[in-house]
């Protein structure tokens, strides 16, 4: 009757720690939805239209979606690892000079905003380093 009671105090023990880790996860969710709506209304603010706006948040989601899902690390993070590991499966899926250049300066308009925000303390994102042109984008893809 003992281990019976036992073994009942140890799942609900973990069903509470899944509960705990599944409710971070929805607040985790919630913020950076709450930080990605204040990213478009300040991109809207500085004059961007609607479309540009949204265009930018879709980028930063993308980006957000494949550190999750691909590298399995933090979506809070913006570290050169995942900007590499990023900026190398678009040229990968084939992705056009302008569109990689285009996502990859969207993540320096975050990271300033962030910055702004004191999420972050320093750009990561240096986009002459990991600005792509048509030569390099051509040698990469004959490798």
Same mark, same amino acid.
Request: proline share 0%; glycine share 2%; net charge positive.
């Given at each position: 009757?003992?281990?019976?009671?036992?073994?009942?105090?140890?799942?609900? %023990?973990?069903?509470?720690?899944?509960?705990?880790?599944?409710?971070? !996860?929805?607040?985790?969710?919630?913020?950076?939805?709450?930080?990605?709506?204040?990213? =478009?209304?300040?991109?809207?603010?500085?004059?961007?239209? %609607?479309?540009?706006?949204?265009?930018?948040?879709? +980028?930063?989601?993308?980006?957000?979606? @494949?550190?999750?899902?691909?590298?399995?690390?933090?979506?809070?993070?913006?570290?050169? !690892?995942?900007?590499?590991? @990023? =900026?190398?499966?678009?040229?990968?899926?084939?992705?056009?000079?302008?569109?990689? +250049?285009?996502?990859?300066?969207?993540?320096?308009?975050?990271?300033? @905003?962030?910055?702004?925000?004191?999420?972050?303390?320093?750009?990561?994102?240096?986009?002459?380093?990991? =600005?792509?042109?048509?030569?390099?984008?051509?040698?990469? =893809?004959?490798?």
């Amino acid at each position: 009757m003992k281990k019976e009671q036992s073994k009942t105090q140890e799942t609900n %023990k973990e069903t509470t720690t899944m509960s705990a880790v599944v409710n971070d !996860e929805k607040q985790e969710s919630k913020v950076i939805n709450e930080i990605l709506e204040k990213y =478009r209304k300040h991109l809207e603010d500085e004059g961007k239209t %609607k479309t540009t706006a949204n265009g930018y948040v879709r +980028n930063i989601a993308m980006y957000l979606s @494949f550190v999750e899902n691909e590298l399995k690390g933090d979506v809070k993070a913006l570290t050169e !690892e995942y900007i590499e590991a @990023f =900026r190398a499966s678009m040229i990968d899926s084939k992705y056009s000079v302008n569109t990689i +250049n285009t996502k990859l300066n969207s993540l320096l308009s975050y990271n300033r @905003f962030c910055i702004d925000l004191k999420i972050m303390k320093t750009v990561i994102v240096d986009t002459s380093k990991y =600005r792509v042109t048509s030569t390099m984008l051509a040698d990469l =893809r004959k490798k």
